[in-house]
């Protein structure tokens, strides 16, 4: 797909094998509303599926990733609105559908809707003064994409339950220190170099070892240790059935480069 196909977010190929789609609805801080939504999922797919992209960098502007879903689309919804059309559950695609890396870089503001956004990415990296929370409470109701659940993992109940209960904001900094963020940058333009310069490195691995490791830390997520351990051993002994196991461990005996067959 190309970038005069969407609206609301803007597809580019910085680095060879990286996509990277910025959010784009500077007027509303890129708000999450459904045209947006369906972009994003649209780009999301399109990367996915593309023989020539093997990591994705998902990002907002300097000001803002996203200041939460569109409260002006949401206000008037009414319950059976909501649950007779599954409200959210087709904007949080993006972790069960998307099997490549995404690596978002997270700037300025990402509250509600865009920190769960910012959550669902497997990398999430941010620079020291973005500002995240999860303020819904403020608006009536709660995290309705996964922030009740993917905030306590990351940081511990106490914490979640103090930010989600108050409604209070943190910082980037914070959301380092934290381990919700696995690097903080100083500026924003570090932190959207920072994702791209690891978006780059995995893109330059065996496509199908990095598609194994994505599934099996994943599954740390809903599988038991014992389960877990099980699943991940699975996946590696089956890993010794790809060309790029031989390569990658003849090169290192060779003292070469490896030159995938998966890329
Ligand atoms: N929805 C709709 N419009 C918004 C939103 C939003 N979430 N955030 C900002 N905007 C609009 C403003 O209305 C304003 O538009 P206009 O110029 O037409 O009045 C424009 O963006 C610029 O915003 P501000 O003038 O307010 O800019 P400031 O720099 O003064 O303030 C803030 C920035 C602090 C981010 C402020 O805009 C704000 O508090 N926004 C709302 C934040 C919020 O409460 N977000 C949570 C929403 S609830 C939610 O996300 C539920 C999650 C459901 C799941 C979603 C799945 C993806």
Redesign the pocket.
């Known amino acids: 797909a190309t970038e005069a196909q969407y609206e609301f977010v803007k597809v580019t190929t910085p680095r060879p094998g990286v996509g990277m789609i910025e959010l784009h609805r500077p007027?509303?801080?890129n708000?999450?509303?459904t045209p947006l939504?369906a972009d994003l999922n649209r780009a999301l797919k399109s990367l996915d599926s593309s023989p020539t992209i093997n990591a994705i960098v998902l990002t907002g502007s300097h000001k803002?990733f996203a200041?939460?879903?569109?409260?002006?689309?949401?206000a008037p919804k009414s319950f059976a609105d909501a649950y007779g059309a599954d409200f959210?559950e087709s904007?949080?695609e993006l972790p069960n559908l998307i099997k490549k890396p995404v690596l978002a870089a997270v700037n300025g503001?990402a509250?509600?809707?865009?920190a769960?956004?910012a959550m669902m990415a497997d990398v999430l990296y941010c620079s020291a003064g973005a500002?995240f929370?999860q303020?819904?409470i403020?608006?009536g109701?709660i995290?309705?994409?996964g922030?009740s659940q993917r905030l306590t993992r990351a940081i511990g109940k106490s914490r979640a339950m103090e930010l989600i209960l108050t409604g209070r904001n943190f910082s980037g900094k914070e959301a380092g220190e934290w381990g919700l963020a696995a690097r903080v940058f100083e500026s924003p333009e570090e932190c959207v170099q920072g994702a791209l310069d690891a978006a780059e490195t995995i893109a330059g691995y065996s496509r199908i070892a990095v598609k194994a490791a994505k599934e099996a830390v994943n599954k740390s997520q809903d599988l038991g240790i014992r389960e877990g351990v099980e699943y991940e051993r699975r996946i590696f002994h089956g890993l010794f059935g790809s060309e790029d196991q031989k390569i990658g461990m003849k090169a290192f005996a060779e003292k070469k480069k490896p030159e995938w067959v998966h890329r």
């Open positions: 007027k509303a801080l708000a999450l509303f939504i803002a200041a939460g879903a569109d409260i002006k689309e949401m959210i904007w949080s503001h509250l509600g809707g865009g769960e956004l500002n929370g303020p819904e403020k608006l109701v995290p309705g994409a922030g």
